[in-house]
């Protein structure tokens, strides 16, 4: 059942389903395969940086939906710093999953690792952790199920979900333009 009601935790208002649903981090967690291309180049020859992004806002954004159901706008994106760079013919995996759901909002942390051909090493490329916003037909944000961390790791990215918001809520307040 949906109901109107005001939202306790810092948004305008969010529409509410009553339930009491919680989903597993593991139901939406995935896995993505990518190899480089010669239009994912930049003029040096590796990775053009913005090019991993986008492909990890859209897997998230997926992971987010198969979370909670719903179409879910980003919102914020905390990145970071990229450990190497990935060349032509490197495999370039995403690992995701959702680290922590608030009311309307949830956070999905995004791995990604490159493995390179001539290897089976993998290394670390870049982390980054997506807000999404579940919205219903009106663009109203609407509730989302809670996730239940498992293992030991997902309750420690559930904790430090926590942190990250905190400090998104406090240093990102809306401004008036002049
Ligand atoms: C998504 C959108 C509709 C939400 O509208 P809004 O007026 O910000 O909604 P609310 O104030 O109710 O906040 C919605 C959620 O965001 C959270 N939120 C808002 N500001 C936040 C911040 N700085 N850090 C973390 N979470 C924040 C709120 O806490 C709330 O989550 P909760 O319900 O889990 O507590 C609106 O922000 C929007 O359209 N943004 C653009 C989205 C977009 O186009 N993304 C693609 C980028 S090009």
């Not at 040096?44 to 990890?56: C, D, E, Q, R, V």
Request: aromatic content about 12%; proline content about 3%; glycine content about 8%.
């Amino acid at each position: 059942m949906l109901m109107d009601v005001h939202n306790t935790t810092g948004s305008k208002q969010a529409r509410y389903i009553q339930h009491s649903c919680g989903k597993t981090v593991a139901y939406s967690a995935q896995e993505l395969v990518y190899r480089v291309t010669l239009g994912n180049l930049n003029a040096k020859g590796t990775l053009y940086g913005g090019h991993p992004l986008f492909i990890a806002d859209g897997f998230a954004a997926e992971i987010a939906l198969r979370h909670s159901g719903f179409g879910c706008d980003t919102l914020f994106v905390d990145g970071g710093k990229f450990w190497a760079p990935a060349y032509l013919g490197d495999v370039l995996i995403f690992k995701g999953s959702v680290n922590r759901v608030w009311d309307s909002s949830l956070e999905v942390g995004v791995r990604i690792v490159v493995r390179r051909p001539e290897s089976d090493q993998e290394e670390h490329l870049f982390s980054a952790y997506f807000t999404f916003v579940a919205l219903d037909e009106n663009r109203k944000p609407i509730q989302v199920c809670t996730v239940i961390p498992e293992t030991k790791e997902e309750k420690r990215r559930f904790k430090e979900a926590q942190r990250r918001r905190n400090y998104r809520l406090k240093h990102n307040k809306k401004k008036a333009y002049t």
